[in-house]
């Protein structure tokens, strides 16, 4: 069975960090890029970071530049989310999700998880 399975969130105050892993079974990331996305109550689902399978590029929304660092372990078929200095506004669902590239659009992303909350709250 092809699936992702997210893990690591919770309740954080702000400043303070958490580590989101995707581990996926049933096929491997290796050649795969991989994305996290969040989304908020009321808002639409956003793209977060994604790590690229060829060259292992990393892009990053303008939002998480310099607080969150997207990495992946091809031994643990695992991609991690280390997000560091969180805000208020982080809290959301997150997901990761499989597509070709980190270009690709939000609706080719194919294989999704099914999300963890991260709260951020004094």
């Known amino acids: 069975q092809v699936q992702l399975v997210e893990s690591g969130g919770g309740l954080v105050q702000p400043g303070g960090s958490l580590r989101l892993s995707c581990a996926a079974s049933g096929f491997t990331l290796d050649y795969w890029a991989v994305g996290w996305f969040r989304q908020a109550p009321g808002k639409e689902r956003e793209g977060v970071s994604c790590v690229d399978s060829s060259d292992g590029r990393t892009t990053y929304a303008d939002s998480v530049k310099g607080r969150f660092t997207i990495s992946k372990d091809n031994a643990k078929n695992t991609v991690y989310l280390q997000m560091d200095r969180l805000r208020p506004n982080d809290t959301a669902v997150y997901y990761c999700?499989?597509?070709?590239?980190?270009?690709?659009?939000?609706?080719?992303?194919?294989?999704w998880g099914q999300g963890t909350q991260v709260t951020v709250s004094s």
């Open positions: 999700a499989t597509t070709g590239w980190c270009d690709a659009h939000i609706s080719e992303y194919e294989v």
